[in-house]
């Protein structure tokens, strides 16, 4: 199972993944992806929202979906919100399999799915002005590739 939870407190990615590992001897790998707020162009913070029950229940989805195409052994997703300082983490992705392939394929899988289907809404702090980020084709496009049964390992 991929466990998947949203919080305003910083996370552990060390023991984030000991606790998906502990104690276990049939995983091969662990895949982690840890994204965090970058200083761009005077960006002073990101403010994140979300409405908790429905990003919780596309969040459970998509880690249900991940789950369904490869032999995933366990997962943990960590999604702050709140306001974040660059340098801040954001998101962690954490995946554990008997073999790589399906633990990077699955990470890989998640974060696109994280940036396009889950709902969270985005503003750059510059100084005293608020700017929504919009969504982008970049990240569509990745996303993509994984609908009509591609990008399975």
Same mark, same amino acid.
């Given at each position: 199972?991929?466990? @998947?939870?949203?919080?305003?407190?910083?996370?552990?990615? *060390?023991?984030? $993944?000991?606790?998906?590992?502990?104690? +276990?001897?049939?995983?091969?790998?662990?895949?982690?992806?840890?994204?965090?707020?970058?200083? &761009?162009?005077?960006?002073?913070?990101?403010?994140?929202?979300?409405?908790? *029950? =429905?990003?919780?229940?596309? =969040?459970? @989805?998509?880690?249900?979906? /991940?789950?369904? +195409?490869?032999?995933? %052994?366990?997962?943990?997703?960590?999604?702050?919100?709140? +306001?974040?300082?660059?340098?801040?983490?954001?998101?962690?992705? /954490?995946?554990?399999?008997?073999?790589?392939? *399906?633990?990077? @394929? *699955?990470?890989?899988?998640? =974060?696109?799915?994280?940036? $396009?289907?889950?709902?969270?809404?985005?503003?750059?702090?510059?100084?005293?002005? %608020?700017?929504?980020?919009?969504?982008?084709?970049? &990240? &569509? @496009?990745?996303? /993509? +590739?994984? $609908? /009509?049964?591609?990008?399975?390992?």
């Amino acid at each position: 199972m991929i466990a @998947a939870r949203v919080q305003a407190a910083a996370f552990d990615m *060390a023991a984030e $993944t000991a606790r998906l590992t502990g104690g +276990r001897s049939d995983i091969g790998a662990v895949v982690t992806f840890t994204g965090h707020v970058r200083a &761009d162009d005077g960006l002073t913070a990101l403010l994140i929202e979300h409405y908790p *029950a =429905m990003t919780q229940r596309q =969040m459970m @989805a998509i880690a249900a979906e /991940a789950w369904g +195409r490869w032999p995933l %052994l366990g997962g943990s997703i960590v999604h702050r919100h709140g +306001r974040l300082l660059p340098g801040e983490a954001i998101v962690l992705v /954490a995946i554990a399999s008997a073999h790589r392939g *399906a633990a990077f @394929a *699955a990470a890989e899988f998640l =974060m696109d799915w994280l940036k $396009t289907r889950a709902p969270f809404w985005k503003q750059e702090e510059r100084g005293d002005r %608020l700017h929504w980020v919009a969504a982008k084709a970049t &990240d &569509d @496009a990745a996303a /993509a +590739r994984w $609908t /009509a049964g591609g990008g399975t390992t």
